[in-house]
Protein backbone atom coordinates (compact mmCIF):
# COMPACT_ATOMS: atom_id res chain seq x y z
CA UNK A 1 0.00 0.00 0.00
CA UNK A 2 0.86 3.25 -0.35
CA UNK A 3 -0.04 6.42 1.45
CA UNK A 4 0.09 10.18 0.01
CA UNK A 5 -0.13 12.90 2.35
CA UNK A 6 -1.58 16.27 0.42
CA UNK A 7 -1.01 19.83 2.09
CA UNK A 8 -1.27 23.50 0.57
CA UNK A 9 -4.78 23.65 -0.26
CA UNK A 10 -6.55 27.21 0.56
CA UNK A 11 -8.35 30.42 -0.33
CA UNK A 12 -7.15 32.75 -2.78
CA UNK A 13 -8.60 35.63 -4.74
CA UNK A 14 -7.87 35.35 -8.85
CA UNK A 15 -4.66 36.20 -9.96
CA UNK A 16 -3.23 34.42 -6.91
CA UNK A 17 -0.82 31.28 -6.08
CA UNK A 18 -0.92 28.30 -4.27
CA UNK A 19 1.25 25.99 -4.21
CA UNK A 20 0.24 22.05 -3.22
CA UNK A 21 2.62 19.46 -2.19
CA UNK A 22 2.00 15.58 -1.96
CA UNK A 23 3.95 13.35 -0.18
CA UNK A 24 4.25 9.46 -0.93
CA UNK A 25 4.65 6.90 1.65
CA UNK A 26 7.31 4.86 -0.86
CA UNK A 27 8.79 5.98 -4.19
CA UNK A 28 6.25 5.83 -7.55
CA UNK A 29 6.77 5.85 -11.25
CA UNK A 30 4.77 8.86 -11.65
CA UNK A 31 2.57 11.17 -9.58
CA UNK A 32 0.03 13.87 -10.37
CA UNK A 33 -2.53 15.72 -9.40
CA UNK A 34 -6.69 15.65 -10.51
CA UNK A 35 -9.10 18.00 -9.29
CA UNK A 36 -12.77 17.77 -9.26
CA UNK A 37 -15.42 20.71 -9.13
CA UNK A 38 -19.29 20.09 -7.92
CA UNK A 39 -20.93 18.68 -10.44
CA UNK A 40 -18.02 17.56 -12.63
CA UNK A 41 -16.06 14.68 -13.56
CA UNK A 42 -12.83 14.47 -11.84
CA UNK A 43 -9.84 15.84 -14.53
CA UNK A 44 -6.36 15.45 -14.89
CA UNK A 45 -4.30 18.74 -13.96
CA UNK A 46 -1.05 17.98 -14.32
CA UNK A 47 1.30 14.66 -13.78
CA UNK A 48 5.08 13.53 -13.68
CA UNK A 49 6.94 10.83 -14.21
CA UNK A 50 10.23 10.48 -11.90
CA UNK A 51 12.51 10.89 -15.04
CA UNK A 52 10.65 14.80 -15.06
CA UNK A 53 7.86 13.93 -18.20
CA UNK A 54 4.88 16.17 -17.89
CA UNK A 55 1.70 16.60 -18.87
CA UNK A 56 -0.54 19.38 -18.10
CA UNK A 57 -4.32 19.67 -18.63
CA UNK A 58 -5.50 22.12 -21.27
CA UNK A 59 -6.93 24.26 -19.06
CA UNK A 60 -3.59 24.88 -16.99
CA UNK A 61 -1.11 24.70 -19.31
CA UNK A 62 0.76 27.94 -19.02
CA UNK A 63 -0.49 28.51 -15.39
CA UNK A 64 0.54 25.31 -13.00
CA UNK A 65 3.52 24.05 -13.00
CA UNK A 66 4.39 20.30 -11.29
CA UNK A 67 7.36 19.33 -10.01
CA UNK A 68 9.15 16.25 -8.15
CA UNK A 69 11.60 15.50 -5.72
CA UNK A 70 12.53 11.97 -6.22
CA UNK A 71 14.78 12.18 -2.95
CA UNK A 72 11.42 13.31 -0.72
CA UNK A 73 9.19 11.25 -2.99
CA UNK A 74 7.19 14.22 -2.69
CA UNK A 75 5.14 16.37 -6.20
CA UNK A 76 4.70 20.16 -6.03
CA UNK A 77 2.11 21.95 -8.27
CA UNK A 78 2.38 25.40 -8.41
CA UNK A 79 -0.45 27.18 -9.60
CA UNK A 80 -0.11 30.65 -10.19
CA UNK A 81 -2.69 33.09 -12.23
CA UNK A 82 -5.81 31.36 -10.47
CA UNK A 83 -9.64 31.99 -11.65
CA UNK A 84 -12.23 30.85 -10.25
CA UNK A 85 -13.22 27.96 -12.56
CA UNK A 86 -9.97 26.48 -10.72
CA UNK A 87 -12.14 26.10 -7.81
CA UNK A 88 -12.19 22.82 -6.59
CA UNK A 89 -10.69 19.98 -4.64
CA UNK A 90 -7.29 18.88 -5.75
CA UNK A 91 -6.91 15.22 -5.70
CA UNK A 92 -3.04 13.80 -5.68
CA UNK A 93 -2.65 10.53 -7.35
CA UNK A 94 0.42 8.51 -7.62
CA UNK A 95 1.18 4.86 -10.03
CA UNK A 96 3.88 2.17 -9.90
CA UNK A 97 5.19 1.45 -12.91
CA UNK A 98 2.29 -0.38 -15.60
CA UNK A 99 -0.10 0.65 -13.26
CA UNK A 100 0.09 -2.33 -10.71
CA UNK A 101 -0.29 0.06 -7.79
CA UNK A 102 -2.16 3.35 -7.94
CA UNK A 103 -2.97 5.70 -4.84
CA UNK A 104 -5.10 8.51 -4.21
CA UNK A 105 -4.93 11.12 -1.34
CA UNK A 106 -8.09 12.33 0.80
CA UNK A 107 -8.52 15.62 -1.52
CA UNK A 108 -7.45 19.24 -0.35
CA UNK A 109 -9.71 22.33 -1.32
CA UNK A 110 -8.67 25.00 -3.64
CA UNK A 111 -11.11 27.92 -3.84
CA UNK A 112 -10.80 30.75 -5.94
CA UNK A 113 -12.61 34.18 -5.05
CA UNK A 114 -13.51 36.53 -7.70
Known amino acids: QVQLVESGGGLVQAGGSLRLSCVAS?????MGWYRQAPGKERELVAS???????NYGDSVKGRFTITMDNAKNTVFLQMNSLKAEDTAIYYC???????????WGQGTQVTVSS
Open 48 to 54: ITGGGST
Open 93 to 103: NARSAFFTTEA
Open 26 to 30: RSMFS
